[in-house]
């Protein structure tokens, strides 16, 4: 299990092979997201990057790492021509990032396209890095043919290419892990100062990356502990730590060095001020405040609160990490056709299996059983030593999928992106393998490394045939792209990306006069893109007035996420309770009407109903139709996907009139009826 000869191709050459996958990587990313539409965090991380850099505040969006933040922001700073929202308004008051973001991108006068090129382009940077350093390192556990193998598996996994092009955290905290678990392990067997100054450095760095990289505490915890039981007593600087006492006060100031550096970088980050809100802007507080963002049990709250009471850390970043832990606790999910809050343990083991290409599925099982069958035939000592250099990730890899399995955060398959570095470095082994085998006997190295050129090929074509729509790629183990709203949504699939794509389609598709209807899931501003309709339920509906409507036919564009009704107070299965309601605020359709007109409901519907709320009932009312649509639809195949993300329906009256204006037995009738149709589901637009 020994690399080849890694100095066998000269290092400049190797850098440069290196530096062309990275930067192929970061241009195919941001070239597929030319024409994507905000996702729904973008408007957060860029204005909250933006606010933190040209007015010193952090109260916008302090739970999503301010490094990222900053970061993408940075190219918007030197631009005069950005106009930003008054401070006199009741969302900069209350810190309501999503509302402000929206002022910012889109009633200013900026240009939202260019605000999201620039910064998606920053992002791409931590991609670039990210293939890079995958390269590198496999070069010195397999050699240069390895590090091609794991370069290109990485550079070209869609999982990879989809977080790089958009502009969120995800990306920058994966490569600030693998950086920090790499350079701790270095400094716990370099006892050079400068060593530990850089492992420091990049501990720092990778705590404002994003919340996540808490978990570097019981990573550098397990790699310590590993070092400490080797007989080599650690070094720092000149002076051995030999006997148990003496390793222990090692530990302690390897932890206690990385533990400054950690609190100067968050402080830095945060302008060195404790106060989230810049005394010289019009003051303001958090939404939600302190007291409801601790409102979650544990020790940890009472811990964040303590370090706020004793200033030990910024207020933003301490609000920020409450805020991570409390939404940690429980948020509405959906896996399967099936609809949760506190998550389940096979979310991310299906979110992996469903979104990783089987082209690096196969090239990871290679590996695993390469390894195996060289395991047999090494000394147990060797195996000891390769085992021992590969500790930081096996640490990386284990505690994070501890992590993952025991979250109830199950939102999205992008949260174990910092875990797929160490995959694609496994399967370097192939690369070396071959080479290796090359040596031994020219005719199995020849064997071996056509079988990896055409696993290389798969995954090439793998990225190929699902670009320009890297987010919303699905194996196709369970259907591939077209059936992905079939089992995870959201950031998975459906982040609000997708509206010039459906700009496009409706003008190429849309009958003379035919009336549109949009059900949206993003932070993106369909009006924006040109697309005129009635507007259904939306994630963000932000100034929005959106006039009473009934459904009629013609075109209906829902995206994933509305259709499976995740983010909707009725989510599940169409019950006999919601069923009664509904039917019982049908008969009100006249008054609504009415209302709708501007007129009162008829004396009739008045009679014997006072204080009878007419809104409040209209809007029970158009979320019981939607979600009784959806019912529909999700037994319908679409008529046209785009980008897989968002599902077009043309519908007839008489399919409005089988879902919304029969029974319970007549919408069930209409599902089945749908369901036999039997038709394929479309490829995506393009």
């Not at 549109?516 to 339920?537: Q, W």
Request: include cysteine; proline fraction near 7%; aromatic fraction near 14%.
């Amino acid at each position: 299990m020994n690399p080849p000869s890694a100095r066998a191709v000269p290092f400049s050459l190797a850098l440069g092979l290196g530096l062309l996958l990275a930067l192929g990587h970061a241009l195919l990313a941001t070239r597929a997201m030319r024409e994507k539409s905000t996702t729904a965090d973008e408007l957060l991380h860029v204005t909250g990057g933006y606010t933190f850099n040209q007015w010193h505040d952090y109260r916008m969006h302090p739970e999503n790492g301010a490094l990222p933040q900053r970061w993408v922001a940075l190219p918007l700073g030197g631009d005069p021509q950005l106009r930003y929202p008054d401070f006199n308004t009741p969302s900069w008051r209350t810190s309501d990032a999503s509302m402000f973001g929206y002022m910012f991108f889109y009633r200013q006068g900026n240009d939202p396209g260019r605000l999201l090129a620039r910064a998606r382009a920053m992002n791409a940077w931590f991609g670039a890095a990210t293939t890079l350093l995958v390269f590198l390192w496999a070069r010195r556990l397999w050699g240069v043919a390895g590090a091609v193998v794991s370069g290109v598996l990485c550079a070209l996994c869609p999982t990879m290419l989809a977080h790089s092009g958009v502009a969120t955290s995800d990306m920058c905290v994966t490569l600030f892990l693998l950086l920090a678990v790499g350079a701790y392990w270095w400094h716990l067997n370099d006892g050079r100062l400068r060593v530990l100054l850089a492992s420091a450095i990049l501990f720092g760095l990778a705590a404002v990356a994003k919340h996540t990289s808490v978990l570097l505490l019981p990573m550098a915890a397990a790699m310590l502990l590993v070092r400490l039981f080797q007989p080599a007593p650690p070094q720092l600087g000149r002076r051995a730590f030999g006997s148990a006492a003496a390793r222990c006060g090692y530990a302690a100031l390897s932890l206690g060095a990385h533990g400054a550096f950690v609190g100067l970088c968050i402080w830095g980050f945060f302008g060195f001020r404790f106060s989230a809100f810049n005394p010289a802007l019009p003051p303001g507080g958090f939404s939600p405040s302190w007291t409801e963002i601790l409102s979650f049990d544990g020790g940890l709250a009472r811990l964040i609160a303590w370090c706020r009471d004793w200033r030990l850390l910024p207020e933003g970043y301490l609000y920020g990490f409450a805020h991570v832990l409390r939404g940690a606790s429980g948020r509405a999910s959906f896996l399967d056709g099936d609809h949760g809050f506190h998550g389940w343990v096979a979310f991310f083991p299906k979110a992996f299996l469903y979104k990783t290409p089987p082209s690096l599925l196969v090239a990871l099982l290679g590996a695993v059983l390469l390894a195996g069958l060289q395991g047999r035939a090494v000394r147990a000592g060797q195996l000891r030593a390769w085992l021992y250099r590969a500790t930081p990730l096996i640490v990386l890899f284990v505690v994070y999928w501890i992590f993952a399995l025991t979250s109830r955060l199950n939102i999205g398959h992008r949260h174990l992106l910092p875990t797929y570095p160490v995959l694609y470095l496994c399967c370097g082994l192939l690369g070396g393998a071959a080479v290796a085998g090359w040596r031994q006997c020219w005719r199995d190295g020849l064997v071996l490394a056509a079988l990896v050129a055409a696993l290389l090929g798969w995954h090439v074509r793998t990225a190929a045939g699902i670009y320009p729509h890297f987010l919303a790629y699905f194996s196709p183990l369970v259907g591939g792209p077209a059936e992905g709203y079939r089992h995870l949504v959201d950031s998975s699939l459906d982040w609000g990306q997708d509206l010039p794509g459906l700009k496009r389609w409706l003008d190429g598709h849309r009958r003379t006069g035919e009336p549109v209807h949009v059900a949206y899931f993003g932070s993106g501003l369909p009006e924006y893109y040109g697309i005129e309709a009635t507007f259904m339920p939306t994630l963000h509906p932000f100034e929005r007035v959106r006039p009473m409507y009934w459904p009629a036919p013609g075109l209906y564009a829902v995206s994933a996420t509305m259709l499976q009704n995740v983010y909707l107070g009725l989510r599940g299965p169409w019950t006999a309770a919601n069923e009664r309601r509904y039917q019982q605020l049908r008969r009100d359709e006249p008054g609504f009407r009415a209302l709708s007109r501007h007129q009162a409901p008829p004396p009739e519907m008045l009679a014997g109903r006072p204080g009878y709320d007419w809104y409040y009932a209209w809007a029970a009312f158009e979320q019981l139709r939607f979600v009784r649509l959806c019912h529909y639809l999700r037994a319908r195949p679409p008529d046209a996907m785009i980008g897989y993300s968002i599902l077009v329906y043309r519908l007839t009256q008489e399919e409005i009139d089988r879902a919304l204006h029969g029974s319970m037995a007549d919408l069930s009738d209409a599902m089945e009826r749908a369901a036999g149709r039997g038709e394929a589901a479309p490829g995506a637009a393009r």
